[in-house]
């Protein structure tokens, strides 16, 4: 099963965070399906191998999604037709043992950078016929979760933003949803998972039974980033297995 191997033919997408798991997957995907990738992350070998398999369609920009030198750089842009706010982290443990530092970095990677990496596209997405951001939020943006309150604190805002900015850019084409994975097997999740308590209480929360592959989350990315969805905005997909249909 596959998209249409021309669908994103002439297209410029930019991946946030591209080096590694669900990020690596969605600009391997838009690779795969023509787009000019500018594949963003600050580990250079990661983004040598993503050049390796694609030395046509990628760019690789080893920077840091939070530095003003990349936002100028992104504002410089002459067009942009697709951006994947992929960059997140995670701090898993109860609210008391929150250090002011895990709070601060949490809300500056998930919310702000966000935020700024979206403001400094827009000047490129409005030379775009028809431009779509997707944030990578997850089904943590829509319900609580044991030791993971500020994580959902910030997804949850990631959820809001996408609608706000789904309202406020529409005026340029820029349309602006969100996907919500449930847990993906990645290098941000697999050491979760050598805890079996851990294990099994995922496996009973997803009534498929099964963790979600990088490429079901880049498959709704590349959804959502093309004309297929061109009437979508200000929404999310939940790639939760249903997770949040409990
Ligand atoms: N994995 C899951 O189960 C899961 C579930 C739901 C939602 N999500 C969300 O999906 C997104 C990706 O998660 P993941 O598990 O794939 O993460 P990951 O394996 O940790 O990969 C994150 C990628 O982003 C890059 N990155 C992080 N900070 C950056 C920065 N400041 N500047 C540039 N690049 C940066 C990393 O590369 P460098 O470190 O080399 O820069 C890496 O390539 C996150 O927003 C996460 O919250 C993940």
Redesign the pocket.
């Known amino acids: 099963m596959s998209f249409d191997k021309n669908l994103f033919t002439n297209k410029k997408i930019l991946i946030a965070?591209?080096?590694?798991?669900?990020?690596?997957a969605c600009a391997a995907m838009a690779a795969e399906y023509g787009a000019d990738v500018i594949a963003?992350?600050?580990?250079e070998s990661?983004l040598d191998k993503l050049v390796a398999r694609y030395p046509e369609r990628i760019t690789p920009w080893v920077?840091?999604?939070?530095s003003e030198d990349f936002y100028q750089k992104l504002r410089e842009l002459p067009t942009l037709d697709g951006l994947v706010n992929?960059?997140?982290i995670?701090s898993v443990g109860p609210m008391e043992a929150q250090s002011s530092e895990n709070i601060d970095a949490v809300i500056d990677?998930n919310i702000r950078t966000l935020y700024k990496i979206s403001q400094a596209a827009i000047t490129p997405m409005k030379r775009s016929k028809a431009a779509s951001i997707v944030n990578?939020s997850?089904q943590m943006g829509f319900v609580g979760s044991q030791g993971r309150t500020l994580y959902c604190m910030s997804k949850h805002a990631v959820e809001g933003v996408t609608k706000a900015m789904a309202v406020e850019l529409a005026d340029h084409n820029i349309r602006v949803n969100t996907v919500a994975?449930?847990?993906?097997l990645?290098?941000?999740?697999e050491p979760m998972f050598e805890d079996e308590a851990f294990k099994s209480f995922v496996f009973n929360m997803i009534p498929l039974g099964r963790l979600a592959k990088v490429e079901d989350i880049a498959n709704s990315c590349t959804f959502l980033l093309s004309d297929l969805a061109s009437m979508i905005t200000g929404t999310s997909i939940k790639v939760d297995g249903g997770w949040t249909a409990r």
């Not at 963003?40 to 580990?43: D, E, K, M």
């Not at 920077?63 to 939070?66: G, K, L, R, W």
């Not at 994975?181 to 993906?184: H, I, K, N, Y």
């Open positions: 965070g591209a080096g590694k798991g669900i990020g690596l963003v992350a600050r580990t990661d920077m840091d999604v939070t992929n960059a997140g995670n990677l990578m997850s994975p449930t847990f993906v990645t290098p941000m999740t």
